[in-house]
């Protein structure tokens, strides 16, 4: 009738004892330590979605849009020119200016919710308004693949590779 309620046990200030359990209700978190397993599809999809996040790209007459979209389909970030915010700072709403900016805007909301490596399957013809906004995408920060996923070494394999949860300093 009643969900199970989920707590979380805090390190006492007093006694020093550490917390037994934590739950992380952070979504993305496998994601980002790259154990989260990764959609393969079907091999005679035309597009495989062997990702977990991807970039969506829209141009019409009058805007462009840019949308970050999770491998189940539902759309994590979204800038457009035709938000009020950025259609009052720009003359036009689909020129090179217009990319550069819708760029910047759209790397800075990845960035601030966690996300810093997309994957994209556009390719950009040298000194076009896309290949702009790549390159702007990726002076920002965000990179434009996504790093493998982790798999356990074997007893027999040759090379171990680094757990990305280790930080080794």
Known sequence: MFAKKTTRLLSNNVTGAAGK???NKNPRNLERLRIARKPQGYH?????????????????????????VHNNGNVVVSAST??????KHL?????????????RVLAQRCLETGISEITCNYKAEPNTKFSEYLKILESE???LSEPEVF??????????PEKPWEVIE
């Open 44 to 68: 005679l999809d035309r597009l495989g979605r062997e990702y977990w996040h991807t970039l969506y790209f829209t141009t019409t007459k009058k805007h462009i849009t840019g949308q970050i």
């Open 91 to 103: 003359y036009n709403t689909n020129d090179i200016c217009a990319y550069s900016n819708l760029a």
């Open 151 to 160: 798999r356990v070494a074997r007893p027999w394999d040759k090379s171990r």
């Open 21 to 23: 359990c934590v739950h």
């Open 141 to 143: 920060g965000i990179s």
């Open 82 to 87: 035709n938000e009020w915010a950025l259609k």
